[in-house]
């Protein structure tokens, strides 16, 4: 018996054969060397991600979701301009994505584009669209509103602010800031 021979019995705590170069193990059916065996020799692939144990929103229940929340946004009106994200291009429906994140909750993200990269209201926006979101979506909903990479010279800063649960809920607070928005996500206004 060799070194390798030796230690795998010790492991597994079972006999073995050595047969040349490889070594035959009994190994029983609740071994955690099988789960091992299983996941190595019989195809399953240790990095696929496991199929969740709850029921998955079907792809075109997604895009339901998806076209959803892009008509509770488009007719947001900008907050300088009488036209609305829609109109100025700020919001693309190919940049709302909606998918599952649990069970019972969905995980929506918004990209969207101020008019100009010095745009000094590029954080009101991002918080018109979250406010109308937080009005509109049902409770269980994780949210994430981004510029576009390369679109705003201070894009990082705003996405943290527009982000920061506290920093929203500041923000609101102000009697000023809550009525502009209040206008902006107005459809009347629209």
């Known amino acids: 018996m060799n070194a390798i021979t030796g230690l795998l019995k010790k492991i597994s705590g079972h006999s073995s054969t050595d047969t040349g170069s490889y070594v035959n193990i009994e190994i029983p059916h609740d071994s955690p060397i099988e789960s091992l065996h299983d996941k190595m020799v019989k195809g399953k692939n240790q990095h696929e991600p496991e199929e969740p144990d709850y029921e998955r ?5 997604l895009q339901i979701l998806r076209e959803t929340v892009y008509d509770l946004i ?3 009106r900008d907050p300088e301009k ?7 291009n700020v919001i693309q429906e190919s940049n709302v994505l909606v998918q599952q994140f649990s069970e019972d909750t969905i995980h929506v993200k918004i990209i969207f584009v101020p008019t100009v990269p010095h745009c000094s209201l590029a954080s009101l ?3 018109c669209l979250r406010q109308k979101l937080l009005t509109e979506l049902p ?3 994780k949210l994430d509103i981004f510029i576009k990479e390369g679109s705003h010279d201070t894009a990082d800063e705003i ?3 527009i982000n920061d649960k506290e920093r929203i809920a500041a923000a609101m607070e ?9 206008e902006c996500i107005n459809e009347e206004h629209g």
């Open 57 to 61: 929103i079907s792809q075109s229940d």
């Open 74 to 76: 488009k007719d947001i």
């Open 82 to 88: 009488p036209q609305t994200l829609e109109e100025l």
């Open 125 to 127: 926006i991002g918080l």
């Open 139 to 141: 409770n269980k909903h």
């Open 159 to 161: 996405n943290k602010q």
């Open 174 to 182: 102000n009697p000023n800031l809550r009525k502009l928005v209040n």
